[in-house]
């Protein structure tokens, strides 16, 4: 089974969110699953480089209301899924987040980017039509 991973972006935030977004989701994702972060290599002059990410992860964009659907959605070719609510764009530390998220429930917040990962069928079923960032 060929896995794959995606982020998706809502396009119409600033391309400065955009990218704030799809590094917290990414780091996400290597929270979750440690095993798709590659060992630490050297370069040719022996420094040590921290390993990265051993699979592609594009960064794609759609709107909110595609979001919300990807945020929410369930099966079974989708291992892991991360979403950037409103509740972290609005946070200014992660108590005040954990805080906002505890009175929330998921479905009545805007979402502002996803991470998908699973099964690339899957994956690209899922996001196939949506444009890179």
């Known amino acids: 089974m060929e896995l794959k991973a995606v982020i998706v972006v809502d396009h119409g935030l600033p391309a400065g969110l955009q990218a704030n977004m799809a590094a917290v989701l990414a780091l996400s994702l290597g929270r979750?699953?440690?095993?798709l972060v590659g060992?630490?290599?050297?370069?040719?002059d022996g420094q040590l480089l921290p390993g990265i990410v051993t699979l592609p992860l594009p960064v794609l964009r759609t709107d909110e209301a595609e979001?919300?659907?990807l945020g929410t959605h369930r099966e079974p070719g989708l291992h892991?899924?991360?979403v950037y609510t409103a509740a972290a764009l609005?946070?200014?530390?992660?108590?005040a987040y954990s805080a906002a998220l505890a009175n929330?429930?998921?479905?009545?917040?805007p979402v502002h980017a996803v991470l998908l990962?699973?099964?690339r069928r899957t994956i690209?079923?899922?996001?196939?039509?949506f444009r890179l960032l």
């Open 104 to 109: 929330a429930r998921i479905e009545n917040l």
């Open 90 to 95: 609005k946070s200014k530390t992660y108590t």
């Open 80 to 82: 892991w899924s991360a």
């Open 32 to 35: 979750a699953k440690p095993e």
């Open 39 to 44: 060992a630490d290599t050297r370069d040719a």
């Open 117 to 119: 990962f699973g099964e």
């Open 67 to 69: 979001l919300r659907r």
């Open 124 to 129: 690209n079923r899922l996001s196939g039509g």
